[in-house]
């Protein structure tokens, strides 16, 4: 099933200052953080953040946090159990995750979205762990668990589905 931008909700999990400095490649999955959340921006697609427990773990990243309309925070690592999913427009169905770390909040959240019946994504290229194992393994389980793994370009060219989308050449810019 390819992701639709008319039924798609971006969900950033976790991508907060004090946690990021012990992510495997931290830098790199912020950048792709960064990269898919502004192309859903051009798209009107809804961007949601969670954050872990702030006041130990800080706030997301600022750029991100600015891109995000909602930002949802949480205790527990599934944040479907602090009211996540009140937040999930109801007339979307497809949601994108990304964010960290991969093995416990971000795949904790995607399991709880898998049971409430949403089409889970899991943009690969931008989730991240203290290690590259836990990563792995977490990824496995997720497919195993019946979420999709795409890539954030490959996010990026469903949601457009063509070169003649009035935001093309912006999103490539982005891409590219």
Known sequence: ????PDQSVLLIIDMQSKLMPA??????VLSQCIRLAKIAQQLDIPIIGTEENPEGLGENHPELKALCQKTVTKF????????LINHIPTDRKQ????GCEAHVCLMQTALGLLEYGFAVSIA???????QSLDKTIATMRLKESGATLKTVEMLAF???RTCK???FKSALALIK
């Open 124 to 130: 690969v290229d931008a989730i991240g762990s203290r």
């Open 76 to 83: 527990h690592f599934d944040g479907c159990s602090d009211g």
């Open 23 to 28: 992510i495997e490649d931290h830098t790199h």
């Open 158 to 160: 469903e949601w457009l």
């Open 95 to 98: 949601l994108v995750l990304v």
């Open 165 to 167: 989308h009035p935001s």
């Open 1 to 4: 099933m390819l992701a639709s």
